[in-house]
């Protein structure tokens, strides 16, 4: 019973806790220009992906956000797929154009929370200094 209670309870933590370390490194990212023009393509990208799917394919508008990100993240559960013509051209070249704009938006996101958790331990960023900048130190 007691092993029963510290799952429930460690999964809570993690519902809990995974999406408030997202928030605060994606809050913490915005203040970054370049972020934020990669994160204003991400928004555009799912915006346009649920648009088309919405008036080519006559999904609902949550049926096609859902379409859209999931194929953007690679999940693609089987549940939906385009039937149209034009719905399988568009969703080839959205995933061309899509997967590698999701990494490198996950990947800004992960470096944000690393960066912020070793400066919450009070320790600098852990990259080597290149030899260049050890010389210029002299």
């Not at 809050?27 to 934020?36: A, C, G, I, T, V």
């Not at 999940?75 to 990494?103: N, R, S």
């Amino acid at each position: 019973m007691i092993g029963a209670v510290a799952a429930v309870l460690l999964l809570l933590a993690v519902l809990v806790l995974v999406p408030l370390r997202f928030a605060r490194a994606l809050r913490r990212s915005l203040k970054d220009p370049e972020f934020r023009g990669l994160f204003a393509l991400v928004v555009v990208t799912l915006l346009a992906g649920t648009l088309f799917y919405w008036q080519i394919e006559g999904w609902s508008l949550l049926d096609s956000f859902y379409f859209s990100s999931i194929t953007l993240t690679t999940v693609g559960y089987g549940d939906f797929a385009p039937e149209t013509a034009a719905g399988k051209l568009f969703t080839v070249f959205y995933l061309f154009t899509g997967i590698g704009l999701i990494v490198a938006f996950l990947n800004a996101v992960a470096h944000a929370t690393v960066e912020q958790r070793s400066e919450r331990k009070g320790r600098p960023d852990r990259r080597p200094t290149p030899p260049e900048e050890e010389r210029k130190e002299e």
